[in-house]
DNA sequence: GACTGCGATTTGAACGTTCAAACCCGCGGG
DNA sequence: CCCGCGGGTTTGAACGTTCAAATCGCAGTC
């Protein structure tokens, strides 16, 4: 493998003149930067990342711990994956995946990681309400940026990103109003995360905006599975309230809606119109397919990137849900 | 940041005994390992990564190229991911992401990111036939394992570690054989894929071994969809052959087959047994639960990565699935 | 013609670690 | 008493790069 040391023997100029080529061309005299590039061609050079990280104390690599969740489904952590990688390498940043325990147990590894020059900083995600692990960021100086707001708490603690929940649900009121709707009913979870409050106040306000009507209209589905989805939609008919629209917390739950609608004879979309959240793989396989909101995950990962790798002022992105409309959601 | 240049002072001694001290704690006496951990601990030193890569040349970093497949949609990956990350770290090590385009069009990506010293090595994965990279990668002399076979070709390029989807379709139809069925169909796929045919094969000498019918009962499906798993499955039903077992390459298609025959009015389960593959996460969200053939991802990222930082012999290592078994095949 | 200024290039050191070889010291054997 | 041996420790160099400072060459200025 050749090295700076070679390419330069090879150019009859000084190692020196070599780095600058890559690093600093425009102090070259046009003639030399030629020539030099010519024998870094010739030999195939690749600067040595690791001599280079050694000298720069940059390693141009961001942590990104795996989430393990088993109750959970991540069914749109590919596209975040890939986004986010896309967007590191544009700035010539690699993606580096770890382990660690939930919450503040998992720490020693981030502060491992860092102290060992193994990442410059961290992305974090799959942000919980009250997460430790910003805070202990924070007051450790370790740069990181945060996919998702810490709830329950009335500083951010360090720059993040966000996609607008309580706007989405406004967004898909709206829509299913402007398909005729009148009455529309939200399905939502339990134990109320910070993120489920969000979708749920915009859907309220949104309602309330429209002057359509809410009460008893909004469930909350015991998990977020097709069951529980299927449950509260029929809890929801059983009601005897009547409702022509259904705006889930999640694709799943939306699924579930979309069986339980389907098996009482009500068509999806012509009967109820549906929207679920995320725009997951499912969404689009399912048939009719389902109108969903989906996280802008190239933007998402593209503000990332630039608040970490940037000047690391505290930086908040809200980001605006895009709706994306299928079957589900066909006027009635 | 403590370097080893402090703590070797600290603990009054050389700099090579304090590196020793980590790497080959054997060679002190037991006072001074003592007296070095000590400081060690005192100093909260941690070795810099990049200076022992830039000596040993190791960066203890694995590739793996994250994949974007617009079409397939990846519902085990953070599975697969969270596995692989784990088994890595179990020997020091981490994993890498990165993005490359598709095929051949891609191996400058893998290249560089070697020639660059940013990885020892990759793991492969989304392997289809006559996969380019095994071969080139190969050739480069580049480490690497591949979890998939590289179908349609004589002899694998290199290592791999992969699923035996026939004896998987074998278990699946033994298992609906046992719980009472006698006429087993098989939902596949459309192009011819390694993969497709390999469980293909599995479904038709099992049934075959059993001695049940399997003519007029595999039918190919045109997508990987729900919509599709659906389609196939009305096919089935309306050609008038009898059967009472349904085997699906894939969650979604099964789940296409569950949603065709609750509307047709037959009983995943008591009527017809359903059997899917992946273990997906929409096995155990959907009702009835569906039973799935789960690809044993601990061992296969435990055999990748032994495999891969092991002695590098040509090594192939065929795991079978397991059947999770839930409501979809409870005994008609 | 010496002096200044400036762009292009080189020199020497440094980043933090490990490798290979040298060194030191106490001990047993001839 | 000297030699050889071997475990424990130190020394010097090297990995491949970049930084900071020094040097060189040349044109413009007085």
């Given at each position: 493998?050749?090295?700076?040391?070679?390419?330069?023997?090879?150019?009859?100029?000084?190692?020196?003149?070599?780095s600058?080529?890559?690093?600093?061309?425009?102090?070259?005299?046009?003639?030399?930067?030629?020539?030099?590039?010519?024998?870094?061609?010739?030999?195939?050079?690749?600067?040595?990342?690791?001599?280079?990280?050694?000298?720069?104390?940059?390693?141009?690599?961001?942590?990104?711990?795996?989430?393990?969740?088993?109750?959970?489904?991540?069914?749109?952590?590919?596209?975040?994956?890939?986004?986010?990688?896309?967007?590191?390498?544009?700035?010539?940043?690699?993606?580096?995946?770890?382990?660690?325990?939930?919450?503040?147990?998992?720490?020693?590894?981030?502060?491992?990681?860092?102290?060992?020059?193994?990442?410059?900083?961290?992305?974090?995600?799959?942000?919980?309400?009250?997460?430790?692990?910003?805070?202990?960021?924070?007051?450790?100086?370790?740069?990181?940026?945060?996919?998702?707001?810490?709830?329950?708490?009335?500083?951010?603690?360090?720059?993040?990103?966000?996609?607008?929940?309580?706007?989405?649900?406004?967004?898909?009121?709206?829509?299913?109003?402007?398909?005729?709707?009148?009455?529309?009913?939200?399905?939502?979870w339990?134990?109320?995360?910070?993120?489920?409050?969000?979708?749920?106040?915009?859907?309220?306000?949104?309602?309330?905006?429209?002057?359509?009507?809410?009460?008893g209209?909004?469930?909350?589905?015991?998990?977020?599975?097709?069951e529980?989805?299927?449950?509260?939609?029929?809890?929801?008919?059983?009601?005897?309230?009547?409702?022509?629209?259904?705006?889930?917390?999640?694709?799943?739950?939306?699924?579930?809606?979309?069986?339980?609608?389907?098996?009482?004879?009500?068509?999806?979309?012509?009967?109820v119109?549906?929207?679920?959240?995320?725009?997951?793989?499912?969404?689009?396989?399912?048939?009719?397919?389902?109108?969903?909101?989906?996280?802008?995950?190239?933007?998402?990962?593209?503000?990332?990137i630039?608040?970490?790798?940037?000047?690391?002022?505290?930086?908040?992105?809200?980001?605006?849900?895009?709706?994306?409309?299928?079957?589900?959601?066909?006027?009635?």
């Amino acid at each position: 493998m050749a090295t700076l040391k070679q390419v330069a023997a090879h150019a009859e100029v000084s190692v020196q003149t070599v780095s600058n080529a890559l690093n600093a061309p425009h102090r070259l005299r046009a003639d030399t930067l030629e020539r030099v590039n010519r024998s870094i061609e010739l030999l195939n050079y690749r600067p040595n990342r690791n001599a280079r990280s050694l000298r720069t104390s940059a390693v141009e690599l961001i942590g990104y711990c795996v989430p393990n969740w088993p109750n959970q489904t991540h069914l749109v952590m590919d596209q975040f994956l890939h986004a986010l990688c896309a967007a590191a390498e544009r700035t010539g940043r690699h993606i580096l995946l770890f382990t660690a325990p939930p919450g503040v147990d998992g720490m020693p590894t981030y502060d491992d990681l860092h102290a060992r020059r193994m990442v410059d900083g961290f992305v974090l995600s799959q942000t919980e309400t009250h997460d430790p692990r910003h805070g202990w960021l924070k007051e450790e100086d370790i740069p990181f940026v945060s996919f998702g707001r810490v709830w329950g708490q009335s500083t951010q603690p360090g720059p993040w990103v966000d996609v607008d929940g309580a706007t989405g649900s406004a967004i898909a009121v709206r829509h299913l109003y402007g398909t005729g709707r009148r009455r529309i009913a939200f399905l939502g979870w339990p134990k109320s995360s910070g993120l489920a409050e969000d979708r749920l106040s915009g859907w309220r306000t949104a309602c309330k905006d429209l002057g359509v009507p809410t009460t008893g209209l909004a469930v909350r589905c015991r998990a977020d599975s097709i069951e529980e989805g299927a449950r509260g939609t029929a809890r929801l008919l059983d009601s005897g309230r009547a409702f022509d629209g259904i705006v889930a917390l999640s694709d799943v739950l939306a699924l579930g809606a979309l069986r339980e609608l389907t098996a009482r004879g009500i068509t999806p979309g012509a009967g109820v119109g549906v929207v679920g959240y995320d725009d997951s793989p499912l969404a689009e396989v399912v048939s009719p397919g389902l109108t969903s909101l989906r996280q802008p995950m190239d933007r998402i990962a593209e503000e990332l990137i630039t608040i970490l790798t940037g000047d690391q002022q505290p930086a908040e992105r809200l980001l605006l849900p895009e709706l994306v409309i299928r079957g589900s959601s066909a006027p009635g």
